[in-house]
């Protein structure tokens, strides 16, 4: 079958002298002024010549935003989905009643509805005043909702792989320091969490994989990470092979470097005499 | 808030809803059955000893585990029209795009599931007069599979949800719809309320449900 396409990798390196990545979701915008389309970046809109755009900047830009946004909904995933794993393993019904109603939520909702409901349902259903603070005030609204979303849906994630970690760990264990005299507390705080979390790397490095892979569901809330900017240089250029490989082949870099430096911790921590639950 | 909460939106146009889901259960039938075939195909392959199918396979599944669902989607339904397959439709550029992305996934399942099968199982298939395949066939991938009914159904559910991603595509599944309706009608919290709660309880009796089977399912 004939191909009509014109392959072109230089349009991957192309750069704006007066590169602002975060101008990035502006161009083309209609009423931006009259003044940009008159000089400047303006003359290459109407040649279709290769470099109309700065895509090398937005592919930075989309990176470091895909990165900034996994990291700071893995901060909120790691801590809550510390307080619920160890939560649905106390004694107490009531508390753990609530950690499984909330693993039980957020795990049978698709992610992209959460997204959705998180910002546009939200701010409806919240008093008047923190509604309007949400929609109105906040800076980067979608920013934040998209952390706060990533970081809560796989908390529920992290929470079973928390309490499988905890219920790994023989029983005796809790006996014994019971026995010394420790109170539950302080069982949790230094016998059982930190062997537990050694224990589950592999599956918490898995996680954090996927929260990386999900941030870019977060595009379909306005969040220009990596997925959203190669999708707009593809509607740009039309070059979608050069530009969702770039794309792809990014993935897969960071991928590999979280998972070499997670092998190096895994083996650094690794408790003297085990052999790692759940590693291949 | 809650006091003027419209029904009526959802009665309404539950025919609307009704033909997403209808998409939605397409989608992940098919990725199901799909994923679950060319999955043995690549873990067969992965276990194979011959080196060069093996590596093909190792690499297959680790690209498409290390990207995006919503990429893998963006690149079928874009690409499909440029190397002159227009004729497949978004529907079918998705449809491909999800089967082999869960390949990837059930391969890793099937895998595990084959290797739990004790080394003694295989040699006793040898040492009866079965070939390699006839064991493989009939004594090995019978009882991994069984194994793996669990695994393979929770692995469904989540797939059942990530159906909503060809949202990104403009698909009508069940989750467009819905927001089709919403944006339509003004009436977002409505419908984005009665979409979570379909698919939680969808998916709740199936959890349910896998969680019983694998109390009684085991060899």
Request: contains cysteine.
């Amino acid at each position: 079958m004939a191909m009509k396409y014109n392959w072109d990798w230089s349009i991957l390196l192309c750069r704006s002298p007066e590169a602002d990545p975060t101008g990035a979701v502006e161009p083309g915008t209609p009423g931006s002024g009259a003044t940009e389309f008159g000089g400047g970046m303006g003359q290459t809109f109407d040649t279709g010549a290769e470099c109309a755009q700065p895509y090398f900047d937005w592919i930075v830009s989309g990176l470091s935003w895909t990165v900034i946004v996994a990291c700071a909904a893995w901060v909120i995933t790691f801590s809550l989905g510390s307080v619920i794993g160890v939560s649905r393993t106390v004694e107490n019904k009531t508390v753990r009643a609530i950690a499984t109603a909330y693993v039980e939520m957020f795990r049978n909702v698709p992610l992209l509805l959460q997204m959705f409901i998180w910002f546009f349902v939200v701010p409806e259903l919240l008093p008047e005043d923190a509604g309007r603070w949400l929609k109105r005030e906040l800076p980067l609204p979608e920013y934040w909702t998209a952390i706060v979303c990533l970081g809560m849906y796989h908390a529920s994630r992290t929470a079973e792989q928390v309490r499988a970690g905890i219920e790994s760990i023989p029983r005796g264990q809790t006996h014994a320091g019971l026995a010394m005299g420790l109170t539950r507390t302080q069982v949790y705080r230094h016998v059982l969490l930190p062997v537990s979390y050694r224990i589950i790397i592999p599956p918490l490095t898995s996680d954090f994989m996927g929260i990386f892979k999900n941030s870019s569901v977060a595009l379909t809330i306005g969040v220009m990470e990596l997925t959203a900017q190669s999708r707009q240089i593809a509607e740009y250029t039309f070059n979608i092979f050069e530009v969702f490989t770039a794309a792809t082949v990014l993935y897969m870099m960071v991928t590999l470097i979280v998972v070499t430096i997670m092998r190096f911790v895994e083996a650094k921590v690794r408790i003297p005499g085990t052999i790692a639950l759940g590693g291949d | 808030m809650f006091r003027d909460f419209d029904f009526q939106v959802i009665f309404g146009n539950l025919d609307i809803l009704w033909d997403g889901m209808l998409i939605t259960l397409l989608l992940t039938a098919v990725a199901i059955v799909g994923g679950i075939l060319l999955g043995t195909m690549l873990a067969l392959m992965r276990l194979s000893k011959f080196t060069p199918l093996s590596i093909l396979a190792g690499r297959y599944v680790d690209a498409f585990r290390s990207t995006p669902l919503i990429l893998v989607i963006f690149w079928f339904y874009f690409a499909m029209p440029i190397i002159g397959l227009q004729a497949i439709g978004g529907l079918g550029s998705v449809l491909i795009a999800f089967t082999l992305f869960e390949a990837a996934y059930y391969c890793e399942i099937i895998r595990a599931g084959i290797q739990s099968i004790t080394r003694a199982q295989i040699n006793a298939g040898l040492a009866v007069g079965l070939t390699q395949c006839q064991t493989m066939r009939f004594v090995v991938l019978p009882q991994a599979f069984r194994n793996m009914v669990p695994v393979l159904l929770t692995q469904a559910i989540v797939l059942f949800q990530d159906t909503s991603l060809v949202y990104v595509v403009g698909l009508k599944d069940f989750l467009t719809a819905a927001d089709l309706i919403a944006v339509r009608d003004n009436r977002v919290v409505e419908l984005y309320l009665t979409a979570a709660v379909v698919y939680f309880v969808l998916c709740i009796i199936a959890s349910l449900w896998v969680r019983k089977l694998k109390r009684g399912y085991a060899i």
